[in-house]
């Protein structure tokens, strides 16, 4: 049984923690309202050149793209983002779990797995075939690093060596809620039925300044370079979120952690002097006896 003096110990050792937990959830909030100006800020810009691209794309007739081109290979790449940091809950874990059901589910494709971030890549290490672990100079890259990233990795697939790019990371949807996705970058694909449903939207022609193949060669390598930039900035918002959140409920276990120890301290200190009363009174009993 735990005495006064240890008692004592722990409560001081958990408000110590306590005052740690509440210094990063500040931190966390912080980092997450610049990371999450930046992220909704972009969606309508990235949301916007995809459907440009889209809408033209299936207008222009004969048209045809390196980006668009099916490779029927085998062979895939799967860009995980996760963060370098723990802290943050559910949110390494919950990604690995959906990469590993992804593995299982394609069984048939030979996957090759690149890391922005190492913790879902230590998570996963021994049980996929693992390519390039992708640093950067600060925690929040700039677009220019993600760039040339994605430029590697599109290379790949632009020359033949791989059929199919996926990326895997969270997404955000608010400082309490992230989604976990994974999506396939390239070949990008227009179904038969959006084409269809553009067509019969749009069924008077357009005039483009340059032509309409010359603005496509253009935007579509763009298209590819946002969404990989888009789906960081997701990742980046989703992990401050997902640690303010893991910090503010770590707070209120060492509040709960301290009130119950300080609760039980008293109650010994109050067994202690009871103690002592009856062996004063016993004592003087004795005496007077």
Same mark, same amino acid.
């Given at each position: ?58 207008? &222009? ?6 980006? =668009?081109?099916?490779? %029927?290979? #085998? $062979?895939?790449? /799967?860009?995980?983002? !996760? ?65 040339? &990233? ?6 790949? =697939?632009?020359?033949? %060596?791989? #059929? $199919?790019?996926? /990326?895997?990371?969270? !997404? ?118």
């Amino acid at each position: 049984m735990a005495n006064i003096k240890d008692l004592k110990k722990k409560i001081k050792s958990t408000k110590g923690t306590l005052k740690i937990t509440k210094a990063m959830k500040l931190v966390s909030a912080s980092k997450l309202n610049k990371a999450q100006v930046r992220i909704l800020g972009l969606r309508p810009y990235s949301s916007e050149l995809e459907e440009t691209v889209r809408t033209v794309s299936a207008l &222009a007739t004969n048209y045809t793209n390196e980006y =668009f081109k099916p490779r %029927e290979n #085998g $062979k895939s790449v /799967v860009l995980v983002i !996760s963060s370098d940091k723990g802290l943050c809950g559910g949110y390494n874990t919950m990604l690995a779990k959906t990469v590993r059901r992804f593995i299982s589910e394609n069984k048939d494709e030979d996957l090759k797995f690149f890391f922005i971030g190492k913790k879902v890549r230590d998570l996963i290490l021994r049980e996929v075939n693992s390519g390039k672990t992708f640093t950067f100079a600060k925690a929040d890259p700039s677009y220019e690093e993600i760039r040339k &990233a994605a430029e590697e990795i599109g290379a790949m =697939f632009l020359t033949g %060596e791989v #059929g $199919k790019i996926y /990326v895997a990371y969270n !997404s955000f949807i608010s400082a309490i809620a992230f989604d976990t996705k994974i999506r396939q970058l390239l070949p990008m694909q227009v179904s038969p039925e959006t084409k269809e449903a553009i067509k019969a939207k749009y069924p008077y022609d357009f005039k483009y300044e340059p032509t309409a193949e010359q603005i496509l060669d253009t935007l579509i390598p763009e298209v590819y370079l946002t969404t990989v930039y888009t789906c960081v900035l997701d990742a980046i918002a989703s992990e401050h979120g997902s640690r303010m959140n893991a910090m503010e409920n770590a707070s209120k276990n060492c509040k709960e952690m301290v009130k119950k120890l300080t609760l039980k301290m008293n109650k010994l200190r109050q067994a202690r002097i009871t103690t002592e009363l009856i062996e004063v009174v016993s004592g003087a009993e004795s005496l007077n006896g």
